[in-house]
């Protein structure tokens, strides 16, 4: 974890592990986050899109979001998603991380609404309010709002807002954000887009398939922030296709899926989501066998963030 910059680097968005009774697994998540802080990450964020935090009840909840706090090293950063259907659900969640003691949130626009402009911008004066550094999220196929580089900008006036990981794919953007709100910081969030937002400028990742293959996923952005095309590109090309599930539909399902596979537990979702299967598994599974395939060098302290 950089001092004063705790969103920068490879965080994970780490799942949420469940019993058979689909109970949440408190264990198997504080040893999860242990395991990924030996590999290596930054840190970690329970609570977003890849925690499943809309089937967790409030009191399990906050209970993830303490446990992922009490399992985290030393150095090893915490930004829970605050995601929620209104501004003081959001918020409410901001000050449920503040008091378990995460060093920031990663905060989506509203959840389930069209938001306009002004209501995004009132959206996160409310979680910047709490005083915590947040990073806005922004997914459009997941949140219906757009966090196009023009509503950043407006949003970004408020002070707190520190970084925006885009998920939309595309590229160019990082070009536009620098251009209209130089002092936020840009993470990668689709995994298979890491190495052209990297080069481009993007100052950390927010990593799916990390949660099974994160001694790769550390080497690959090492090699990208040091430029070193020679070697990213050939390990880029093995770990894509895997990667690539991060930005499709059941890319929770695949994530715990691969977690098996890479001889982790990722369990079982909660419903409405059921398990990968047929093709579709069978396909992640030999994606995941070309990753795990790949040869590492060993991760070494002090790389450049």
């Not at 090492?222 to 090309?237: K, Q």
């Amino acid at each position: 974890m950089t001092a004063g910059r705790p969103w920068r680097g490879v965080l994970v968005a780490i799942t949420t592990p469940f019993r058979d009774d689909l109970g949440v697994d408190f264990d198997r998540l504080q040893e999860h986050v242990r395991w990924l802080a030996e590999a290596g990450c930054h840190g970690v964020t329970p609570c977003a899109s890849v925690g499943e935090y809309r089937a967790l009840s409030d009191d399990e909840r906050a209970d993830v979001v303490r446990a992922t706090v009490q399992a985290a090293p030393p150095g090893c950063a915490v930004l829970p998603g605050v995601g929620g259907y209104g501004s003081r659900q959001s918020r409410r969640w901001a000050e449920q991380a503040a008091a378990a003691g995460a060093h920031g949130v990663l905060a989506p626009p509203p959840d389930g609404y069209p938001a306009g402009d002004a209501d995004v911008v009132a959206h996160y004066r409310e979680v910047t309010a709490v005083g915590l550094p947040v990073v806005a999220h922004n997914d459009p196929y997941d949140t219906r709002v757009d966090l196009t580089p023009e509503l950043l900008a407006r949003v970004a006036e408020t002070d707190g807002i520190v970084a925006v990981e885009e998920f939309s794919g595309d590229v160019r953007r990082v070009h536009r954000i620098r251009d209209l709100c130089p002092h936020v910081d840009v993470l990668a969030g689709a995994d298979d887009v890491l190495l052209e937002l990297v080069l481009c400028g993007a100052r950390g990742w927010v990593a799916g398939l990390s949660n099974a293959l994160p001694r790769q996923a550390l080497r690959l952005y090492d090699l990208c922030v040091a430029g070193d095309l020679a070697r990213a590109l050939p390990l880029y090309a093995e770990l894509h296709p895997a990667f690539g599930w991060r930005s499709r539909p059941e890319a929770v399902q695949a994530i715990k899926l691969a977690m098996d596979c890479a001889g982790r537990f990722g369990g079982r979702c909660r419903p409405p989501r059921g398990p990968l299967a047929g093709p579709a598994a069978a396909r992640l599974r030999r994606d995941l066998v070309r990753a795990l395939s790949t040869t590492v060098d060993p991760v070494t302290d002090g790389r450049p963030r």
